[in-house]
C-alpha cells in the first residue's frame, strides 16, 4: 500500500502563504483521490480539499479562492498551495489516499494517518 507522507508546514504570518507537499512512497496515478485534512487544537479533524486521478477537486468552503490543490504524477507528489492565511488555518495538515465507491458515489478514506505537518498562522 501506497504511504504518503506530508511536509512544508511552518510558522506564517496572516496574509502569508506556505505550500505544502503530501510524498507517495510509491506511484500515485492509480490511487482514486488524495485528500488533505487538518486538525486545529481541541476540534475535530476536517476534510480541506481532494483530488482525483484524473484532476477534479473538491474544496470545502472554507478554503475555496484560498487554496488550491495541485498533483505531480511524475513526481508522485500532491501539492497544497495555501495563500492568504489566517488564524483559523492553523491546524496540522494530512494527507490521505481516498477510495471511490461508485454505488454511493463516494469517497472513503483509505490507508493510514500520518505523522502530518504543523501550519502556524500568527503574528
Known amino acids: 500500500q501506497v504511504q504518503l507522507v506530508e511536509s512544508g508546514g511552518g510558522l506564517v504570518q496572516p496574509g502569508g502563504s506556505l505550500r505544502l507537499s503530501c510524498a507517495a512512497s510509491?506511484?500515485?496515478?492509480?490511487?482514486?483521490?488524495i485528500g488533505w485534512y487538518r486538525q486545529a487544537p481541541g476540534k475535530q479533524r476536517e476534510f480541506v480539499v481532494r483530488?482525483?486521478?484524473?484532476?477534479?477537486?473538491s474544496y470545502a468552503d472554507s478554503v475555496k479562492g484560498r487554496f488550491t490543490i495541485s498533483r505531480d504524477n511524475a513526481k508522485n507528489t500532491v501539492y497544497l498551495q495555501m495563500n492568504s492565511l489566517k488564524s483559523e488555518d492553523t491546524a496540522v495538515y494530512y494527507c490521505?489516499?481516498?477510495?471511490?465507491?461508485?454505488?454511493?458515489?463516494?469517497?472513503?478514506?483509505?490507508?493510514?494517518w500520518g505523522q502530518g505537518t504543523q501550519v502556524t498562522v500568527s503574528s
Open positions: 483530488i482525483t486521478s484524473g484532476g477534479s477537486t
Open positions: 490521505r489516499p481516498l477510495t471511490y465507491y461508485s454505488y454511493s458515489g463516494s469517497y472513503f478514506l483509505s490507508g493510514s
Open positions: 510509491g506511484s500515485i496515478a492509480s490511487i482514486n483521490a
